[in-house]
């Protein structure tokens, strides 16, 4: 079966770093587009990041762009996320998420396995 599982989260400092993992199980991975989503407390999911399934290809939603990267290692079976410039309104479950096809997207849709996820707090 389909596993997503999510690490890397934890509590930072504004302007600091972290790099999230989602490794990857039951499907193959190297086959099909991927993406990051985000649910900050009391707010419904929000897309971030797409990479498509070679890497090739990525997408940032504007509050991100210029701060985070995403990349993925095909051989590992694992995506990732480099946050960097991190700011309060960051604060989040990150969540990764499968995408239906080879092709990355903007946006919640054409998603059919998601994470648990892993918690990111940026506070002073």
């Known amino acids: 079966q389909v596993q997503l599982v999510e690490s890397g989260g934890g509590l930072v400092r504004p302007g600091g770093s972290l790099r999230l993992s989602c490794a990857a199980s039951?499907?193959?991975?190297?086959?099909?587009?991927m993406s990051w989503v985000r649910q900050a407390p009391g707010k419904g999911l929000e897309w971030v990041s797409d990479?498509?399934?070679?890497?090739?290809?990525?997408d940032y939603a504007d509050a991100v762009e210029g701060r985070f990267t995403i990349s993925r290692d095909n051989a590992k079976s694992t995506l990732y996320l480099q946050m960097n410039s991190l700011e309060p309104d960051d604060t989040a479950v990150y969540h990764c998420a499968k995408r239906l096809s080879l092709f990355a997207m903007r946006g919640l849709g054409a998603v059919d396995y998601r994470g648990q996820g892993t918690q990111v707090t940026v506070s002073s």
């Open positions: 039951g499907f193959a991975f190297s086959d099909y587009a």
């Open positions: 990479i498509n399934s070679n890497g090739a290809y990525t």
